[in-house]
């Protein structure tokens, strides 16, 4: 299975850190918070942001098709910012609004996807024709994590946790996700340790599909989770 890494960090970072992470092979994606890392330079990548304090998360690309069934895939969207799309295209689109944590989209996407999100409520639409999303369930359990090698507790007790990118999702998740088409998460677990963190939603892997199928463009690729592999009894 082909693995690929690549760091989310701001994208107001200055000129000198992104010639670091040029310097050890980072190449910055379409979406420019986004930056692929080879294998060999994963290490010094983070060594550059952590030693200045610079947020990043660590995104654990899986390619979709190899160790995920139908049923089961789900995953994060890059989605593009209200600033970057002309909602009058009369295209699907979907985006990330400029502040808070929402989602928009506008009529076209929400026709599109509405048969299979059924528990996705959109607002009243806006003057430039986006509609923002009111309401999507809440995941039952935390995303579970592989592995963390840092934690920093915020002001209003909101974690940033640095995790390897490998993230699990249980099978009551699994299957919030599978009949609603999405879902809020809005904690991580790792070992006997609960962390609320910002909210995100994980979409159904057939809901991506059908977006791609009719034309939606995103800021780079779906970041996939995984079904929380069964503990063999020692």
Same mark, same amino acid.
């Given at each position: 299975?082909?693995?690929?890494?690549? @760091?989310?960090? =701001? #994208?107001?970072? +200055?000129?000198?850190?992104?010639?670091?992470? %040029?310097?050890?092979?980072?190449? $910055?994606? !379409?979406?420019?918070?986004?930056?692929?890392?080879?294998?060999?330079?994963?290490?010094?990548?983070?060594?550059?942001?952590?030693?200045?304090?610079?947020?990043?998360?660590?995104?654990?690309?899986?390619?979709?098709?190899?160790?995920?069934?139908?049923?089961?895939?789900?995953?994060?969207?890059?989605?593009?910012?209200?600033?970057?799309?002309?909602?009058?295209?009369?295209?699907?689109?979907?985006?990330?609004?400029?502040?808070?944590?929402?989602?928009?989209?506008?009529?076209?996407?929400?026709?599109?996807?509405?048969?299979?999100?059924?528990?996705? @409520?959109?607002? =009243? #639409?806006?003057? +430039?024709?986006?509609?923002?999303?009111?309401? %999507?369930?809440?995941?039952?359990? $935390?995303? !579970?994590?592989?592995?963390?090698?840092?934690?920093?507790?915020?002001?209003?007790?909101?974690?940033?946790?640095?995790?390897?990118?490998?993230?699990?999702?249980?099978?009551?998740?699994?299957?919030?996700?599978?009949?609603?088409?999405?879902?809020?998460?809005?904690?991580?677990?790792?070992?006997?340790?609960?962390?609320?963190?910002?909210?995100?939603?994980?979409?159904?892997?057939?809901?991506?599909?059908?977006?791609?199928?009719?034309?939606?463009?995103?800021?780079?690729?779906?970041?996939?989770?995984?079904?929380?592999?069964?503990?063999?009894?020692?």
């Amino acid at each position: 299975m082909r693995i690929q890494h690549s @760091i989310s960090v =701001p #994208e107001d970072i +200055d000129n000198g850190i992104r010639d670091l992470l %040029a310097g050890v092979g980072a190449q $910055p994606s !379409e979406h420019t918070g986004n930056w692929r890392v080879p294998d060999h330079s994963l290490d010094s990548a983070i060594g550059i942001l952590e030693r200045r304090k610079i947020d990043f998360r660590l995104l654990y690309n899986i390619p979709k098709g190899e160790g995920f069934e139908t049923e089961t895939a789900a995953a994060y969207l890059c989605l593009k910012s209200e600033s970057e799309a002309n909602p009058t295209d009369n295209v699907p689109i979907i985006l990330e609004p400029m502040e808070g944590l929402s989602v928009l989209a506008n009529s076209e996407l929400i026709a599109l996807i509405s048969a299979v999100t059924p528990d996705l @409520i959109w607002g =009243p #639409e806006r003057k +430039d024709g986006l509609r923002e999303l009111e309401h %999507a369930p809440l995941l039952p359990d $935390p995303v !579970e994590l592989a592995d963390v090698f840092s934690k920093d507790q915020g002001k209003t007790g909101i974690w940033l946790i640095g995790h390897d990118g490998q993230e699990f999702l249980t099978d009551r998740n699994i299957e919030i996700i599978r009949t609603s088409g999405a879902a809020w998460s809005d904690k991580y677990r790792f070992e006997s340790e609960t962390f609320p963190v910002l909210s995100t939603l994980i979409f159904r892997g057939k809901v991506i599909d059908l977006m791609l199928q009719h034309g939606v463009e995103f800021a780079a690729p779906p970041i996939y989770l995984r079904k929380q592999p069964k503990t063999d009894d020692h």
